[in-house]
C-alpha cells in the first residue's frame, strides 16, 4: 500500500499554514489600498508599498520603476536591498513595452524573458542580484512600470499563488502611479491654462490703458485725464473693500469712462473758452456713444459700458443722459463719477487752475448726497487721510497730486472733519 503524502496530522498544518498566508496577504493588500489613496506623498506611498509587498512574502530585495514613455525609460522610484551599483534606469525599447502590454500585469521568470532587450542588455545585473521575477504594471493598456523582485529569504522558488499576490499588489502600485501621472498632467494643464489667462488678462489691461492714452491724447489740456480717473476709480474700489477682479473691473471702467470723446470734434473738447449750448450738447453725447462703443465688446466685467453711459449722472436727478436719481445709477458710474470730478478739480484746465485741497475737501462734502455717493466720497477722503498720516505706504496720491499738495496745511483735520461730517450725510432718494 503506498505511503500517504500527509499523516494525519499534515493536511491540517498545510491547509492553516496556507490559510495563514493568505489572510496575512489580503492584510498587506488593504493596507496597500489605504496607502494607494492616501495621495499626500507619492515618493512615500510607493516606498511604503514595496515594503509592504516585499515585507508580506518575506522577499529580500526588490524595486520599483516608473515608465516614461517619452524618454524610452524605466526609472526605480523605490528600492530595497538592491546596493548603490543596481542601475538608477534601464532603457526600455518599443518592442519590449509592446510585449510587456501584451502580457499585462502578470509576473514573468527572468529566465524565460531572455528574449526581450531589457533582458538580454540587462540579465547580467538582474541576475547578480538575484531577480527572479519582473511584473510590468498596466493600467488601462499603459505600461506605467516595473516590479523588480528578488529571491524570497526561505530560498523556496515562487508558487503560482505567490505570483497571484505579487500581480494584484502591483496592480495597486500601477494605479498609484497612473493617479500621479494624471495629477501631474492635470497640473501642467492648470498651470497652463493659468498662464495663458494671465497673458490674456496683461493684453488686456495693456490694451485698455492704449486705448486711456488715445482718449487722452485728444485733449491736449487735460492729459492724462482717462489714466487719472482708471487709478482714482481703482483706489475708491479697493477702500470700499472690493475683492482683486471687482478693483481691476472697476479701473477699466475708469480708463474707459470718456472713450466716446473719441468721436467729439477735437476743437469742441479742446475749446479753451466756454463752450456754447451747441457744442456742449455735441460734447455731452460721448457718455452715450462710450456705451455704443463699448457695448459690443465681451468685458470681463459686464459694468464697464454702464460706467461710460452714466458717469455724468448725478444722485440729485440734475446729471445727463438721462436724468437719472441715486438708486437708479448705477453703482459703478457713481464712483467713476467721483473719481471724473475729483480729476477735474485737482488738475489745470484750460479756463481756470485747479483748486486747491481745502476747496476739494469742502466741495466734495458739501456735494456729497446730492452729486456724489456719501460711502463712495468717504471711500475717497479715507484713501487721501490713510496716506496723509502714514498708514498707507504706497503713496498713490502723492504720485497723481504731487508732493506740495498732499502737504497742504492742516490737510489731515481737514479730511478728518469732512469724513466725520459725512458720515451722517444722506444720499437724495432716501431723504425724499
Ligand atoms: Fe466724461
Ligand atoms: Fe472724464
Redesign the pocket.
Known sequence: MAKPLYTSAEPQRAMTQNGSKIVHAFGALADLGAEVANRSNFQDTIRTSLHLLLGSLGIMRGGVARYSRFEGELSLAAVRGLGDEFPLAFALTREDERAFLQCGTAALEVLDARDLTLLSLNGWILEAKDIELIVPLVVHDELLGMLFIGEKASGDRYSPHDKDIICAMGRHIGVAISQRNLLTELERKADETLKLYDEMRATYSDTVKAFAAAIDSKDKYTEGHSTRVGKYTEIIARELGWVEDEIEGASVAGYL??V??LTVERKIINAPYKIDAKESKELNR??SV?YEILMPIHHPYADVPLA?KY??ERLDGRGYPDGLYDREIPYIAKIVNLA?SFDAMTTDRPYKRRRPAHEVVEDLQKNSGLQFAPEITSALLRGILRETTGELKDKRFRRLLGREYMEAENLTPMLRHALDNIGSTQSITLSV
Do not use: E, S, V
Request: charged share 25%; hydrophobic share 10%; proline share 9%.
Open positions: 469712462h470718456d466716446g470723446k460721448h457718455p462710450g461710460a458717469h455724468h471724473d
